[in-house]
């Protein structure tokens, strides 16, 4: 690597809030301590931890044009010999030469939720074969491969198991586990299946360890541009102040029964004490709250229907509100909170979750922990830019609505928001377009993640 590509990542880790040890990686210190070929490489979250440690990469495999175009500005441009781009994994043999680590984020798609998990039946699932193909071929002392956690779920179990046991047929001692972004640094709750291969000849008495949580603890506002930074001392609350008689049964990580949440979802669809309704939004009266809350408890209920979500009739209303009125139900289709719905009855013009209200699905604030899992298809969640030191749950929706959402004192993520909510840092050059930018993170690993699960394996397989 060229002596300007080494000192831009000097500052690798201090740019970024990733808390990364800081290692010497200045020209006269740099030894290329092991190889390693980057397969799915994106724009190349893997290299810059690899690198960091130490790595040299001897190539590279992807195909889409505008992350190769991202990763060669990156970290092709300043080496005198270009690398060499190995293209469409389906394609790959043997490798030019041998090498230490291969590693690699296999498309996830066919896993995850937000896809049609289709599993080995997806094409994209079917790489997983070719990636078992390149690892017999070339043998690596190592490998290390990302997928989301679906892949560990109930459901893919067989597929799973069918991908470890490939590779220990082919004499690897083999590990997995699912890492958070969060617990490496990173104010970002992201969970990540990281399957790790050794050569049993290399690690016969199966030592490698997956790295553990650092204790760091960190908060949103420490990686968003232009928000206010507060730390916010929460008061301690019986459950049943927050939640009534429907305490959660179970919560994520970042969500506790006896705190205020530290973000407020925008829906019509479901409740709760940091809920935005769009009746809480615009001017209704008590009576028309209530019709709203009813459509609200009943809509899912089984006897009006199998789906998630259903729409009642005037006539199931008069049920639960005895004295309604066929105009009160139409006043609400004016205010845009209900619509009509042909021979069926009523329900949220806001129905679905994902969509949110007025294209806001939520609003997390700045003082909070961690952000959810950024995503290439995008998100519609934004950060506060000013904190909310209110502590009283009879207030909170309402102080927010007034001090922050009407304001509009909010903002999206951008994509530098997103870089260093993954690792990446401030020297690395994003896509020029905004929405190709946040994809490209939204599909890249965390840094951070990498960096510590590696310097674990590389302390058996080669001296770091």
């Not at 199931?316 to 009509?340: P, T």
């Amino acid at each position: 690597m060229a002596e300007s590509s080494v000192v831009q990542q000097l500052n690798l880790f201090k740019d970024c809030q990733s808390f990364v040890p800081e290692i010497d990686l200045t020209p006269d210190s740099v030894r290329h301590k092991f190889t390693f070929v980057d397969l799915f490489a994106g724009i190349g979250g893997f290299r810059i931890a690899l690198e960091q440690l130490g790595g040299k990469c001897v190539a590279y495999s992807e195909i889409d044009r505008e992350a190769i175009a991202v990763y060669e500005k990156n970290f092709l441009q300043s080496l005198n010999c270009p690398e060499v781009n190995l293209g469409d994994v389906r394609d790959i043999g043997k490798l030019p030469q041998s090498v230490d680590l291969i590693v690699g984020g296999v498309p996830c798609q066919p896993w995850s939720i937000a896809g049609k998990i289709k599993g080995f039946d997806d094409e994209r699932g079917q790489l997983w074969f070719d990636v078992i193909r390149i690892v017999e071929l070339n043998r690596p002392k190592s490998f290390i491969f990302e997928n989301v956690k679906g892949l560990t779920e109930p459901r893919h179990q067989e597929s799973l198991n069918c991908i470890l046991n490939a590779f220990q047929n082919l004499n690897y001692s083999v590990k997995y586990e699912i890492l958070n972004s969060y617990d490496f640094g990173l104010s970002q709750d992201r969970d990540r299946v990281f399957i790790v291969g050794i050569q049993k000849e290399i690690d016969r008495s199966e030592s490698f360890k997956f790295p553990k949580p650092l204790d760091r603890k960190t908060k949103l506002y420490q990686f968003i541009e232009a928000v206010e930074s507060a730390d916010i001392e929460k008061k301690k609350f019986a459950p049943e102040i927050l939640f009534g008689d429907r305490i959660p049964a179970a919560r994520g990580r970042f969500q506790k029964n006896d705190e205020l949440n530290d973000f407020f979802l925008f829906t019509d669809v479901r409740d709760g004490h940091t809920t935005i309704h769009s009746w809480d939004l615009i001017e209704t009266t008590p009576r028309e709250k209530l019709i709203c809350q009813t459509l609200l408890r009943n809509r899912r209920k089984k006897k009006y229907g199998d789906k998630d979500g259903n729409p009642l009739s005037l006539e199931h209303f008069q049920a639960l509100i005895a004295d309604i009125k066929l105009e009160e139900l139409e006043q609400l289709v004016n205010k845009r909170i209900l619509r009509k719905i042909l021979k069926r009855g009523y329900d949220f013009v806001n129905s679905k979750i994902s969509a949110g209200i007025d294209g806001v699905s939520k609003i997390i604030l700045p003082h909070a922990d961690a952000i959810g899992t950024l995503t290439a298809t995008g998100m519609r969640d934004y950060v506060a830019t000013v904190s909310l030191d209110c502590q009283e749950p009879n207030l909170y929706k309402r102080t927010f609505i007034q001090k922050i959402y009407k304001p509009k004192k909010f903002k999206p993520l951008s994509a530098r928001d997103y870089a260093r909510l993954q690792g990446f840092p401030n020297w690395f050059q994003l896509a020029i377009r905004e929405s190709t930018a946040k994809k490209q993170l939204g599909n890249a690993v965390s840094v951070p993640v990498v960096y510590h699960l590696s310097k674990s394996l590389l302390n058996i397989i080669v001296e770091v």
